[in-house]
């Protein structure tokens, strides 16, 4: 399954939550799902498969994936000692792409990606065109020369769609941003049951 660019607050409305990462609108004043018979969904009781589902849905449209990228990402967080659901939020903050929206240079993943993969950020003073990139503690990340000249970057460093963490130490006049130390399983900017997303990828790794 391809990675998705339909309608982004459809998925927002389908699965109950907004995706900071996804999109900067808000379901809030549409709070039930998409379709003509939305409310009665929303009152109808979910099995368990669904609820695993809705929870697995949530980590691929907010960081921007296709079904075969989340699936090697939680074969690599089984790999590492500990809880694999909180080894899978800290693989997917680490993307560049992500760290890049979550530092405040983008509004949303998606235009991080598109920055990225234009070649205007560079890591550790290098020009850098993988969005899939994962940080290590210590790198540095930022817009190149050109890329800080973009509007979309210089109107989301001064409106940015979330707080910035405090696991990402800001430099404003540099305009760099460094991954100070590893997110935690509480890093995602959504409500997540990771022992839902783990339980659905139990058989099918």
Same mark, same amino acid.
């Given at each position: 399954?391809?990675?998705?660019?339909?309608?982004?607050?459809?998925?927002?409305?389908?699965?109950?939550?907004?995706?900071?990462?996804?999109?900067?609108?808000?379901?809030?004043?549409?709070?039930?799902?998409?379709?003509?018979?939305?409310?009665?969904?929303?009152?109808?009781?979910?099995?368990?498969?669904?609820?695993?589902?809705?929870?697995?849905?949530?980590?691929?449209?907010?960081?921007?994936?296709?079904?075969?990228?989340?699936?090697?990402?939680?074969?690599?967080?089984?790999?590492?000692?500990?809880?694999?659901?909180?080894?899978?939020?800290?693989?997917?903050?680490?993307?560049?792409?992500?760290?890049?929206?979550?530092?405040?240079?983008?509004?949303?993943?998606?235009?991080?990606?598109?920055?990225?993969?234009?070649?205007?950020?560079?890591?550790?003073? *290098? *020009?850098?065109?993988?969005?899939?990139?994962?940080?290590?503690?210590?790198?540095?990340?930022?817009?190149?020369?050109?890329?800080?000249?973009?509007?979309?970057?210089?109107?989301?460093?001064?409106?940015?769609?979330?707080?910035? $963490?405090?696991?990402?130490?800001?430099?404003?006049?540099?305009?760099?941003? *460094?991954?100070?130390?590893?997110?935690? *399983?509480?890093?995602? $900017?959504?409500?997540?049951?990771?022992?839902?997303?783990?339980?659905?990828?139990?058989?099918?790794?």
């Amino acid at each position: 399954m391809s990675r998705y660019t339909g309608p982004r607050l459809k998925v927002l409305r389908a699965l109950g939550v907004d995706l900071p990462g996804l999109s900067r609108k808000s379901m809030q004043e549409r709070n039930q799902p998409p379709g003509q018979h939305g409310a009665r969904k929303l009152a109808s009781r979910k099995s368990e498969f669904g609820l695993q589902l809705m929870e697995k849905q949530k980590l691929r449209y907010n960081y921007g994936l296709s079904e075969r990228q989340l699936r090697r990402a939680v074969a690599d967080a089984k790999k590492h000692r500990g809880a694999t659901g909180d080894k899978l939020v800290e693989l997917l903050e680490r993307r560049l792409d992500n760290l890049v929206f979550r530092a405040g240079f983008a509004p949303t993943i998606p235009a991080a990606r598109q920055l990225v993969a234009h070649g205007h950020f560079q890591l550790n003073g *290098r *020009r850098v065109t993988i969005p899939s990139i994962r940080l290590r503690v210590g790198d540095a990340f930022g817009p190149t020369e050109t890329g800080g000249k973009i509007d979309l970057v210089r109107f989301t460093l001064e409106a940015p769609a979330l707080e910035r $963490p405090e696991w990402i130490a800001y430099d404003g006049t540099t305009r760099t941003a *460094r991954l100070a130390h590893l997110p935690d *399983r509480d890093a995602a $900017p959504f409500p997540l049951d990771l022992q839902r997303v783990v339980e659905y990828y139990a058989t099918r790794i």
